[in-house]
């Protein structure tokens, strides 16, 4: 396993300088979000390849992270292709000012790759692992992980369909999903991640691999998802009222209203 964990490292780690190179090219460190769902997918299908025993629960893992790594690279290549830097990574870019080169190399690529293994790290366990069978636990992780992919793709495109609407510029969406969360796309990727972790329990270690969900789970709820994407409508009337009905991460029926 340390040696799978440190080979993997150094995949992560020339995919993250490959993109941090393109990033100072065209001057645009956003593009580490297309990076993403990908990186995920070259680290999982090396360890798969280079894994000693192929297991029905190693090939199931190695499938869905493929699913879904693709799935969210399809989606957000789409959604920014051919758009500026992302107004989070402009805001760094004039804060950081001289220094932006080797702060967006540390707190940027290197950063999110130091996290795609920490969150990669049940999915290395299961390909690390011999052990064959697959039980409740693996059929139960299934199922979090179906539910999970359930809430982030269709959230996803609801909410591209409503922004394609000219008549909605501005405004924010609340029916769907978006309507018992405000971000189904977060709840879901954290869902999924749980998933894996409880596909991974059975194998050697693999209760340390509760590190992943609880890392993505953070991130999404504190770091670099809810609050910076809704500092963004911070005054805004509209998504003022929607906050106060609709909870901000689990989905739970809409408050009703004073």
């Given at each position: ?19 941090f ?31 000693e ?18 799935r ?18 402009a ?44 039980g ?32 909605n510029?501005?405004k ?21 991640w ?6 991974a ?7 340390t691999?509760?590190?992943s969900p ?7 709820l ?10 963004k ?10 906050a106060?009905?609709t909870n ?6 809409p408050?009703?209203?004073?």
């Amino acid at each position: 396993m340390k040696s799978l964990l440190f080979q993997s490292a150094i995949v992560v780690f020339a995919y993250f300088m490959l993109f941090f190179v393109m990033a100072q090219i065209i001057k645009n460190n956003s593009i580490v979000d297309m990076g993403w769902g990908p990186g995920f997918v070259v680290v999982t299908i090396y360890a798969w390849l280079t894994s000693e025993s192929l297991t029905i629960r190693g090939s199931l893992v190695m499938i869905l992270v493929v699913i879904w790594g693709s799935r969210l690279a399809y989606h957000i290549v789409r959604r920014n292709i051919g758009k500026p830097e992302d107004f989070r990574y402009a805001n760094w870019r004039n804060e950081w000012g001289k220094w932006v080169v080797p702060r967006a190399f540390f707190q940027v690529f290197m950063l999110q790759g130091f996290f795609m293994l920490v969150v990669a790290y049940p999915v290395l366990l299961v390909q690390a692992s011999a052990r064959t069978g697959f039980g409740i636990l693996e059929t139960l992780g299934l199922t979090v992980w179906v539910i999970g992919f359930y809430f982030e793709s269709v959230g996803d495109r609801q909410l591209r369909e409503f922004k394609k609407r000219p008549e909605n510029r501005g405004k924010i969406i609340q029916h769907g999903l978006w309507r018992y969360t405000r971000h189904p796309n977060y709840f879901g990727e954290a869902t999924m991640w749980w998933g894996l972790w409880i596909m991974a329990i059975p194998v050697e270690w693999g209760w340390t691999g509760i590190i992943s969900p609880l890392a993505i789970t953070w991130l999404l709820l504190f770091v670099s998802g809810v609050p910076m994407l809704e500092k963004k409508y911070k005054g805004n009337p509209e998504f003022e009222a929607y906050a106060q009905k609709t909870n901000a991460f689990f989905p739970g029926p809409p408050k009703k209203s004073h």
